[in-house]
């Protein structure tokens, strides 16, 4: 059944008090989650194991990690495996990001091998993608991001498909203040779901989230998340904000 997520995206932001506090804020608001509705905090690797222990006993609240590698394990000093996270109980990782895809170089081809390293480990990937503003301004935005989920997931199953999330950033509205209107993004929603339905059939095409992200904040969740195809959002700014993000979980609810 495809769900209704807000998904904060911590970044490199944060003290590690910091981040304890603004987990006891948001969780302490007792914001109760029905079936089909999830949170999940995407956290700097060194405050996984605690905001696992925060959000247990918190239903529909999780996290998860930023990235992971795309090899088993070795020799990649100062790199976190799916395996690592999985050994401690994460459920979901995001790859692909923007801000990945920019300063480390990740391509379509090498998230490919991320996401399938990932889901061997039982973890759910939330994929990222979008077109930079260039691309945008020649109007090409469809196929552009057509093409990132053709190359890093045509080649999954229809099954493995069920457990990936994928996130639609369009990278000129990424912490720019610029948010897409609820109208593009349900465009661009619509047509990811039917490149998908092309490829895994429209049962499972259906089922898939699809999130958001690019300077979602407390005031536009509402509008954006109520439209057919966007499923909620990735947030970064405004996931840092307890006041902000807390309107963000009311707005899939
Ligand atoms: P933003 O970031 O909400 O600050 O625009 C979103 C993201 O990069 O995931």
Request: net charge negative; hydrophobic share 40%; with cysteine.
């Amino acid at each position: 059944m495809r769900k209704k997520i807000a998904a904060a995206n911590w970044k490199m932001n944060l003290r590690f008090e910091q981040g304890v506090q603004l987990l006891d804020n948001l969780l302490g608001r007792n914001i109760q989650l029905e079936d089909g509705q999830l949170v999940v905090f995407a956290v700097p690797f060194p405050y996984l194991i605690m905001a696992m222990e925060k959000t247990k006993g918190h239903k529909n609240y999780f996290v998860a990690a930023q990235n992971c590698h795309n090899k088993q394990s070795g020799a990649y000093t100062g790199e976190v495996s799916a395996e690592m996270l999985q050994s401690l109980g994460v459920p979901f990782v995001v790859l692909g990001h923007s801000e990945r895809r920019e300063y480390n170089g990740e391509t379509n081809a090498l998230l490919a091998e991320k996401i399938n390293e990932a889901l061997s480990k039982g973890l759910q990937p939330i994929f990222c993608c979008g077109e930079p503003l260039q691309i945008r301004e020649e109007g090409s935005q469809n196929s552009y991001v057509e093409k990132q989920l053709q190359d890093s997931l045509f080649h999954l199953s229809e099954e493995q498909l069920k457990h990936v999330v994928i996130a639609y950033e369009p990278i000129w509205a990424i912490g720019t203040g610029k948010t897409a209107t609820s109208e593009q993004a349900q465009e661009m929603h619509l047509h990811l779901r039917n490149v998908l339905a092309g490829k895994f059939g429209e049962a499972a095409a259906d089922d898939v989230s699809i999130l958001y992200g690019g300077s979602v904040k407390g005031s536009n969740a509402k509008e954006l998340f109520s439209k057919p195809d966007v499923d909620g959002g990735l947030v970064g700014g405004a996931s840092l904000v307890a006041d902000d993000f807390t309107l963000i979980i009311e707005a899939i609810k």
